[in-house]
């Protein structure tokens, strides 16, 4: 069985940084696409940055482009994304999913989702 796990969510200040780490067990991460999602309060889950299973493709939506970085190990079965330059809007539950298709925008193509870590960032 597959499963995802996220860490390294809290509390930020506007400006300020966090790094979210995503595990993946039970299969070779190599395996999937990955991408990062984050769902806010009374708003839809979208996607926030996607990243191929070796790294060659990445996405971002042009809410984070050049201030979120993903980032994959997959000798580590591990996947990252870098968050700077946060601010209050980015406050949102984050998660990880593991797509078995190429890399995509919609949720509906990734098939094992985590639990999510919340982010907060405060102004």
């Known amino acids: 069985q597959v499963q995802l796990v996220e860490s390294g969510g809290g509390l930020a200040q506007a400006g300020g940084s966090l790094r979210l780490s995503c595990v993946v067990s039970?299969?070779?991460?190599?395996?999937?696409?990955m991408g990062w999602f984050r769902q806010a309060p009374g708003k839809e889950r979208d996607i926030v940055a996607g990243?191929?299973?070796?790294?060659?493709?990445?996405y971002y939506s042009d809410s984070v482009k050049g201030r979120f970085t993903i980032s994959r190990d997959n000798a580590k079965n591990m996947v990252y994304l870098q968050m700077s330059s946060l601010i209050p809007e980015d406050t949102a539950v984050y998660y990880c999913?593991?797509?078995?298709?190429?890399?995509?925008?919609?949720?509906?193509?990734?098939?094992?989702w985590g639990q999510g870590t919340q982010v907060t960032v405060s102004s």
């Open positions: 039970g299969r070779a991460a190599s395996t999937y696409a």
């Open positions: 999913a593991a797509s078995e298709k190429s890399l995509a925008r919609a949720s509906s193509a990734y098939d094992i």
């Open positions: 990243i191929s299973w070796n790294g060659g493709r990445l």
